[in-house]
């Protein structure tokens, strides 16, 4: 921050539009600066009544308005001031400010919300929240007893298990080999510049990718043995719920069973690998976060593109922190930061422009976090048990929606809530920062949710509606988790080695063979329990394995942030929602800015085009490149709650107070070599561009250089400028570090996605459908027909990928994605214990019915459908549906129709017991040829 500190200050009760509450001045301007907006308001409307006020305070008035909340009284000014003064030079920005403030009028994202974290959570005393919520009003949204399920679940045999155990205790000892030849390699080479250089480009990108995944894996594990965990989520024992992380507990406390604040709301959010930076006296040397915003992050003309991967990309990035680190911010207080240079506001005469602050722990100064700090469905739900308990409600009858659903409207949408300010805001778990495709994917998992409940209340009549509700919301995270870190991460970071990496840690590293379709995250049959080998997802064994919790540190806000905001479009040409032959999308249509589908604009977008139209839209719009002077012009002032939100800014100088800013120590808590210079990010640092780089970066920084012996740059900087990214990758190495960090702990100790991710706890149904959903999946189930058949046709095989450019993913080179089958579900894995061992399938009764031109096979014992999708003639196991649909014959007509054709024994249409063991027995179909559909 620039040097000299906001000259205001008073005693009083602090609010939004009052900083100063102890400043008497008859200057708004005056007032402006201190943050007291509110008063500025009041003068700035005596000398309109008085009919005194100039051109410059009707600015100040519209931009005071504004900031204290109001964007109705600010939208008016603005368009007034442009119709007065249309020649001025700022009208311009009138303009921009005119429209921004009208849709934030509308779209809920100025909307102020409350905290959620109440007097209860900010204490940290489990037993005082699970008593509150026990006794409270939320207390129905769960069975306190939900006991183990009595399902077969197959056993490995013990020539499997002998195997199993066999490599693991290999792979353990080439792995401490390898570490140790690791250590000892950094303790003799690290001296040297090549080395260090190496090491922060990532050793393990220059070793043959087996050898690689050994010294990838050491780094890992260095990092996590690194992890600060505050002293307040120490183990308590003694001190536990009674149904632990089976269901997460209220406000995230006891989600992890032996620490039962840890990652909870409104609990201190960590900075992993050490300390955060310390101030060393020198700070007033370095230049304003508005000055370094403007110089590094903000595009001045046209920006870069990632031509291979589209918003998609970016937004199911970018919906990931509403889940696991979103920090509090204090309800009345916030911070003057020096305006930008040149920038309308400094042309007022404004020195000072006032951000939100976050809430932090009184005792430790740590940021407190406003959601819980684990992957557990937040952004569909909510953290809290008020939250879980609105999204279930029908607001038609106060009560909670049968079948454990959440509530949509129409059944198919995100419901919308008018403010008392006249804002519609999206009713979801978490409603700020709602891009988009953000809003797009969220609807996608509330429908996968409602379906996943139909699915179960079909094959367990007996369910409650909140053992309906919890384990829809289970196999929900797992599917996400799934798409997240084995279809999604490796678009960002594909390399051969990260890429083997992360589907390891989601499957195993055994499954390594299969085509990654058919890489299960759950096969107990021959799975064990290897953290490596047979992955960490779905593994009971891992939380035993693990002490320390699922809790995200302060430095993946510190990566998600550049890279999320770099990323994302300036908008979208509406003709992309025409569906297409991928490579010839139509182009030249109406343009849509982004800051026009924030919140509940773009909720009323997606409505009226529909999910698959918007869904085609994001795969042909490019996703922005992750580099510097990148972020949207609009993200210098966006209208969000509280204010004005000037996004470059606000992330540098989050960075700085929460001592997560500097590049140089970010690396040292990843175990990578700091900077000795600028020239290191540079693959030729003599080059012109370079060196203009480095010139401004000196100018900037070089007096605090100079002064401190350090080498700065701001951790989002440095990121973003460093060219040397590994093959595959659209991130530098540090980037992918911290990430992988994250990732790995997103299962080490959430008990959700190991140890209760299991058969016995989601039902059998419930893990073949997280093996078997993708998110392309997803979009065809909701995206419509006609989508459908664009998704089936599309020569990519990821929907990450930019299907406009259709350029190969360089993935694909080494990854093979295999067969695609859009329909499976998994409704006709197995679940019975027939279908594991083959005894009793000869009494199954299975009937060929042909319906028009559409050819069946009805299974009137385990009462399942099976269809011939593609015509071709042959059916097979991945082919039953849970729900026939639309626009061909019902469920209850093809039963029906099969019951008839039971009544005649002479019936050719009948299955032999060989063809059904062909489709039900588990393995008996090795080479997946299925049945006639005919006979």
């Not at 407190?368 to 952004?379: E, F, I, K, R, Y």
Request: include cysteine; aromatic fraction near 8%.
């Amino acid at each position: 921050m620039a040097s000299g500190k906001c000259p205001f200050s008073g005693l009083g009760k602090v609010q939004l539009g009052t900083q100063s509450p102890g400043l008497e001045t008859s200057d708004p301007l005056e007032a402006i600066n201190a943050g007291n907006h509110s008063q500025a308001i009041v003068l700035l409307n005596a000398k309109r009544a008085e009919g005194t006020a100039s051109q410059t305070d009707l600015e100040l008035l519209a931009l005071a308005q504004f900031e204290s909340g109001d964007p109705h009284g600010a939208a008016k000014l603005f368009r007034e001031l442009g119709e007065r003064f249309p020649d001025a030079g700022r009208a311009g920005w009138w303009k921009d400010r005119t429209m921004a403030t009208e849709q934030a009028t509308k779209n809920g994202e100025s909307v102020e919300r409350a905290s959620p974290i109440t007097d209860t959570y900010r204490s940290g005393d489990a037993e005082r929240v699970l008593r509150e919520f026990r006794e409270g009003p939320y207390a129905d949204i769960m069975d306190i007893e939900d006991k183990p399920l009595d399902v077969y679940i197959p056993k490995p045999s013990i020539w499997r298990r002998g195997t199993n155990f066999i490599l693991g205790a290999a792979y353990d000892l080439v792995q401490t080999l390898a570490r140790g030849i690791s250590k000892i390699a950094d303790a003799l080479f690290s001296r040297f510049d090549p080395y260090r250089q190496a090491m922060r480009h990532g050793i393990w990108t220059y070793l043959p990718s087996t050898v690689g995944l050994l010294r990838l894996a050491s780094d890992r594990d260095d990092l996590l043995a690194g992890r600060n965990i505050p002293d307040s989520m120490k183990a308590k024992p003694g001190v536990s719920s009674s149904y632990t992380a089976k269901v997460p507990g209220p406000a995230g406390f006891f989600t992890d069973p032996d620490r039962p604040t840890a990652g909870a709301v409104g609990q201190p959010i960590p900075i992993h690998g050490g300390l955060g930076d310390q101030p060393n006296g020198y700070e007033h040397l370095l230049p304003s976060s508005a000055e370094i915003a403007q110089s590094e992050l903000y595009a001045a003309g046209t920006r870069k593109s990632a031509d291979h991967l589209n918003v998609f990309a970016i937004d199911h990035l970018f919906d990931l922190p509403h889940d696991v680190l979103m920090p509090a911010f204090e309800e009345a207080k916030k911070k003057a930061i020096p305006v930008a240079p040149g920038s309308p506001e400094a042309q007022l005469g404004i020195e000072w422009v006032w951000i939100r602050t976050n809430e932090v722990d009184p005792s430790s100064g740590a940021v407190l976090s406003s959601t819980t700090n684990a992957w557990d469905g937040s952004p569909e739900r909510g953290s809290t048990p008020e939250s879980v308990k609105r999204m279930r409600t029908d607001p038609a009858t106060g009560k909670m929606l049968p079948g454990g659903k959440i509530y949509l409207e129409d059944g198919k949408w995100l419901p919308t809530v008018q403010d008392k300010s006249g804002a519609k805001l999206i009713q979801t778990g978490i409603d700020q920062n709602m891009t988009l495709g953000v809003t797009l994917i969220r609807t996608v998992y509330v429908r996968f949710h409602n379906l996943v409940c139909d699915i179960l209340a079909k094959r367990h009549p007996d369910f409650t509606d909140n053992q309906l509700y919890w384990k829809a919301a289970n196999i929900v995270i797992q599917t996400r988790a799934k798409v997240h870190t084995a279809f999604w991460t490796p678009m960002l970071f594909g390399h051969e080695t990260a890429t083997r990496g992360l589907h390891s840690n989601q499957f195993g590293l055994l499954q390594g063979r299969k085509p990654l379709r058919q890489r299960l995250v759950h096969d107990r049959l021959h799975k064990g329990t290897h953290p490596v080998l047979h992955g960490l997802a779905g593994n009971p064994k891992i939380a035993e394995m693990f002490s320390d919790p699922e809790l995200k540190g302060l430095d993946f806000s510190e990566t998600y942030r550049p890279v999320g905001h770099a990323a994302q479009p300036d908008g979208f040409d509406m003709a992309l929602c025409t569906i297409r032959k991928q490579g010839q999308p139509e182009a030249g249509g109406e343009f849509i800015p982004l800051i026009n589908t924030f919140g509940s604009a773009g909720n009323e977008l997606l409505q009226r085009e529909g999910i698959g139209r918007i869904a085609h839209m994001l795969m042909n719009t490019s996703m922005m490149a992750f580099t510097l002077n990148n972020y949207p012009a609009q993200f210098a002032h966006l209208a969000t709650a509280g204010g004005t939100t000037r996004i470059g800014e606000t992330d540098v100088q989050r960075g700085l107070d929460r001592g997560t800013g500097k590049y140089n120590s970010f690396l040292e808590r990843l175990n990578i070599p700091g900077l000795k210079s600028y020239r290191e990010l540079f693959k030729d640092p003599d080059s012109s561009e370079a060196q203009r780089v480095i010139q401004r970066w000196n100018s900037l920084f070089g007096r605090y250089n100079e002064a401190s012996g350090e080498i700065f740059l701001t951790t989002g900087m440095g990121q973003l400028a460093d060219e040397y990214r590994p093959d595959g990758y659209a991130v530098p190495n540090p980037t992918f570090m911290n990430f992988v960090m994250e990732a790995s702990t997103r299962f080490m100790h959430n008990e959700w996605l190991t140890k209760y991710a299991g058969p016995d706890t989601i039902t059998p149904t419930g893990t073949n459908i997280v093996n078997a959903v993708t998110f392309e999946h997803l979009l065809a189930r909701f995206g419509g027909e006609e989508f459908g058949e664009y998704l089936q046709g599309r020569a990519r095989p990821n929907v990450f990928s930019n299907m406009n450019t259709n350029i190969p993913h360089p993935i694909e080179s080494h990854v093979h994605y295999g067969e695609e089958n859009l329909f499976d579900f998994g409704a006709g894995a197995p679940y019975l214990e027939a279908h594991w061992t083959g005894k009793g399938l000869e009494k199954y009764e299975i009937y060929r019915v042909s319906y028009g031109s559409k050819s069946y096979l009805v299974d009137l014992t385990d009462r399942l459908i099976y269809v011939d999708h593609d015509g071709h003639g042959r059916i097979r196991t991945s082919d039953a549906v849970f729900f026939m649909p639309e626009g061909v014959p019902s469920d209850s007509e093809l039963f029906a129709k099969a019951e008839e054709l039971a009544l005649d024994s002479l019936h050719p249409g009948k299955l032999s017991t060989r063809e059904i063991k062909q489709l039900k027995q588990h393995g008996y179909d090795e080479r997946k040829v299925g049945v006639a559909a005919t006979h």
